[in-house]
Nanobody
Framework: QVQLVESGGGLVQAGGSLRLSCATS????????MGWYRQTPGNKRELVAS???????NYAASVKGRFTISRDNAKNTMYLQMNSLKPEDTAVYYC??????????????WGQGTQVTVSS
């Protein structure tokens, strides 16, 4: 079984910073792409940033220049450094990953989410 666990969310004032982590564990052979998504009540989950196994990154226009996605393959962990936070960044942040298990099959996994609240 594979688990993704997010951490690092919390309450911060506008202009502040937070660093989210997404730790993976379980029956993992390799991790392909990983990503951060966020969701607010009544809205669809939206992509914030993604990173491939060779560190190609992609960002939503709304966070480009403020957020940085990275991964530590040795630790099977992904990060999201969020700077210059705005109240509109308030959401539940989820990580996901496409993981190849030891049997050679690819599956998409999601974490449970972590709340980020930015006060004005």
């Amino acid at each position: 079984q594979v688990q993704l666990v997010e951490s690092g969310g919390g309450l911060v004032q506008a202009g502040g910073s937070l660093r989210l982590s997404c730790a993976t564990s379980g029956s993992i052979f390799s991790i392909k792409s990983m990503g951060w998504y966020r969701q607010t009540p009544g809205n669809k989950r939206e992509l914030v940033a993604s990173i491939t196994s060779v560190d190609n990154t992609n960002y939503a226009a709304s966070v480009k220049g403020r957020f940085t996605i990275s991964r530590d393959n040795a630790k099977n962990t992904m990060y999201l450094q969020m700077n210059s936070l705005k109240p509109e960044d308030t959401a539940v942040y989820y990580c996901n990953a496409i993981i190849t298990n030891r049997e050679g099959y690819d599956y998409l996994y999601w974490g449970q989410g972590t709340q980020v609240t930015v006060s004005s």
